[in-house]
């Protein structure tokens, strides 16, 4: 655990690398599970996290917000919502309060598919769920979205004629202009039925300097080009459906719980969040 941050630096004889994993470039999935304090990270994912740390203070804080409104969104979502089944696209590496852990502490019958690119998901996923028949993991790209909705997997734990959640927790962001965010926010909510949610949040250049920074590091390090977008860019992911109380706004304004890391730091103001029904 390092001093100045409170990270943990996994070594590579505490965490084997699971077969087929690159460790020569950092990924996502790591990075923000070392910024969270995990130990799924490897040397490289380290170093992207450290320049953006260098760059902006409170880059893990930003992740911690990220991550408190997801459990405050599941939250919603399950007790108050009595939504039933959750599909969590870019779910990224299990964590302290995983998704189906926050859903099923509520309803024991929530069931859960967790969807991500990086096979290391799937990796430490499977060991994680193997005694869980309501949760699955499954290996599959946002860039695809009707592709989620025909996997069998998914198929077989998301019943699309019942109302359901979709979760995009930080990964609209890490989408570039040309593969059409937009348009992947539209056919994810064309296959929501009434009384489906839409939970969406990720970092937003609200005209800090600082997130013109984190962005060209977040460039650099491969993990896209465009993960700061103004607001407005991504108010239309919710089009056609009515947006929760109060809005989509600044994560740490979005119903605040007391475990919410530093309310009153204005960088939360890099970090947006919202929930839409779909009428
Ligand atoms: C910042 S993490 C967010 C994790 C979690 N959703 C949360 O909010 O706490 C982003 C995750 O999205 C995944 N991801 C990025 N692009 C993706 C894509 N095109 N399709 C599926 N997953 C993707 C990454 O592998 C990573 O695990």
């Known amino acids: 655990m390092t001093e100045s941050t409170g990270l943990h630096s996994a070594t590579a004889a505490a965490e084997p690398v699971p077969a087929g994993i690159d460790t020569n470039t950092p ?3 790591r990075v923000y599970d070392y910024l969270l304090g995990g130990k799924h990270n490897y040397d490289v994912d380290r170093q992207a996290s450290q320049a953006m740390i260098d760059a902006v ?6 992740a911690k917000a990220n991550r408190a409104f997801v459990r405050r969104a599941v939250e919603f979502l399950v007790g108050e919502a009595g939504i039933k089944q959750i599909l969590d696209i870019g779910s990224g590496l299990p964590t302290a309060g995983n998704v189906h852990e926050i859903a099923q502490s509520i309803d024991p019958n929530v069931r859960v598919a967790y969807v991500d690119k990086d096979p290391i998901v ?3 996923g499977r060991a994680l769920l193997s005694t869980d028949d309501n949760t699955t993991v499954v290996t599959a790209d946002l860039r ?3 592709g989620i909705f025909r996997n069998a997997d998914v198929r077989r734990l998301i019943d699309t004629d019942e109302p359901f959640a979709v979760l995009l927790g ?6 570039e202009d040309d593969e059409d965010p937009t348009g992947i926010a539209a056919r994810i909510r064309a296959h929501l039925p009434s009384g489906g949610y839409l939970v969406h949040c990720g970092c937003a250049d609200p005209g800090d300097p600082r997130a013109k920074e984190l962005n060209r590091i977040f460039a650099e390090t491969h ?3 465009r993960c700061f977008r103004p607001v407005d860019e991504q108010l239309v992911y919710f089009d056609g459906l009515e947006l929760i109380e109060p809005g989509f706004v600044p994560a740490n304004t979005w119903r605040p719980s007391p475990d919410f890391p530093e309310p ?4 939360h103001a890099m970090l947006v969040a919202g929930i839409g029904l779909k009428p």
């Open 27 to 29: 990924a996502i999935s």
């Open 144 to 146: 695809d979205p009707d």
């Open 170 to 175: 930080g990964v609209m962001m890490h989408l």
């Open 223 to 225: 993990m896209g080009t």
């Open 264 to 267: 009153d730091n204005p960088a």
């Open 57 to 62: 203070r409170e880059t893990p804080l930003l």
């Open 122 to 124: 799937l990796a430490y």
